[in-house]
Every structure is written in C-alpha cells, then in structure tokens.
C-alpha cells in the first residue's frame, strides 16, 4: 500500500514567518511530486512540482526533496493571512499513474 | 483558456439512487482522472480514463464506473448510492508528465 504522510496540524504562523510543511513517501520509486493548495470548501490548486533532488524555488514558495530519506517539503516566507489553507503533498505513481495524496496539513497564519 | 469544468455544483440525492457526473478536461489534456474527497481527507482516487479506456483504477467497488469520450470529457457514474458517497468529487485532467489541474468539484450529498 502506498502511502503519503502529512502532518494534519493545525499549523500556526505568525504573519511574517516562514511556515514549513513535510511529506515522507512510502514509494521509493516515485518521481514527481506536487504541493496543492485547497481552501475550504474549494478544489485543490497546484503551487509547486518537483522531479529532482534539491530545492526549487517560485516566489515566496520552495519546495525540498529528499529521495534518499523519501521526503519533500514546502517552505512559504513571509507568510500571509491569505495562505491560510490545507496544503495537500501528492506524489504521482509512475510515469503515468495517478496521484497519491496526503491527508493535508492546516496551515493558520495570524496577523 | 477554459479550465477542467465539472457539473453540477451541487447535488443532492436518496439512499440507493444512481448518479452522473460530469467533466470537461483543460483544453489540451487528454487525461481525466476521477477523486473523491471526504471532509477532513485527502482525495482519493478513484479511476484514471486515457484514450477512451480505463487505465488505472483504486480501491473503489464496482458501483463506481466511468466513461471518456472522444473528445476527452468524462462522467462518473454511481449506483446504489450509499450514505458513505457523501463527498466532494474532484475531477483532474493531465498531460503525461504534468502535476494535475483540479476542477471545482461537484458535491454530493446523499440522504
């Protein structure tokens, strides 16, 4: 059974703050991985991808992965009361396969 | 550009009725893939289509089927529908390699 594991939070930020949210895959074979974003009551929105060890960075967000440790995470600076939301890590199965999600992680950021 | 469309928004429906859903991938994708989410929980995948064919498939019974056509929209069909299908259904479409564009879902309530 594949599974990916978040923490559900809640996670509370300070506005102004860097928040940072992890992910461990059971999959070593995965390749791609994605941060969404989901507001209550509305559909997930893609923020980030990554294929490859390292960082990647697009504007306040930097996604890290780790494939040895079989980890990825998400670091948002300058966090706004706007990015409160439940950020969801997927990793796809295969090449083409579907994608497997994790329960989220709350995110509050208080002015 | 018009994103992945799902209809309707909203539906309400009795113990052991059937149900269609509908969707309408990302102009250009030719992938759609069906997810159900229950409050609190990540999505959870229910069945990829490509090329008119069910190309992969979760841990969902028989009672959840599905169709693609032609020209890459897709439906989600329901039978005896149970208290438990009490969802938001998400529908995603994908070129191959590419993170998944969500659209806004349709939620089911089943009394």
């Known amino acids: 059974q594949k599974e990916v594991e978040q923490n559900s939070g809640p996670l509370s930020v300070p506005e102004g703050a860097i928040a940072s949210l992890n992910c461990t895959y059971s999959?070593?074979?995965?390749?791609?991985f994605f941060w969404y974003r989901q507001y209550s009551g509305k559909s997930p929105e893609l923020i980030m991808s990554?294929?490859?060890?390292g960082d990647k960075e697009d504007g306040r967000f930097t996604a890290q992965l780790n494939k040895a440790s079989q980890y990825v995470s998400l670091l948002i600076r300058d966090s706004q009361p706007s990015d409160s939301a439940t950020y969801l890590c997927?990793?796809?199965?295969?090449?083409?396969?579907?994608?497997?999600f994790g329960k989220g992680t709350k995110l509050s950021v208080k002015p | 550009d018009a994103g992945v469309t799902q209809s309707p928004t909203h539906l309400i429906k009795t113990r052991g009725q059937q149900v269609t859903l509908r969707c309408s991938p990302k102009?250009?994708?030719?992938?759609v893939s069906w997810y159900q989410q229950a409050l609190g929980q990540g999505p959870q995948f229910i069945f990829q289509?490509?090329?008119?064919?069910?190309?992969q498939r979760g841990n969902f019974p028989d009672r959840f089927s599905g169709h693609q056509f032609p020209n890459y929209s897709s439906e989600l069909n329901v039978n005896a529908l149970l208290l438990g299908d009490s969802a938001l259904y998400l529908c995603?479409?994908?070129?191959?390699?590419?993170?998944?564009?969500f659209g806004s879902g349709t939620r089911l309530t089943v009394v």
């Open positions: 995603a479409s994908s070129l191959v390699q590419n993170g998944y564009t």
């Open positions: 999959d070593r074979g995965s390749q791609s």
């Open positions: 990554i294929y490859s060890n």
């Open positions: 997927a990793v796809k199965e295969g090449s083409q396969g579907n994608l497997i």
């Open positions: 102009s250009g994708h030719d992938t």
């Open positions: 289509y490509y090329e008119e064919e069910e190309r």
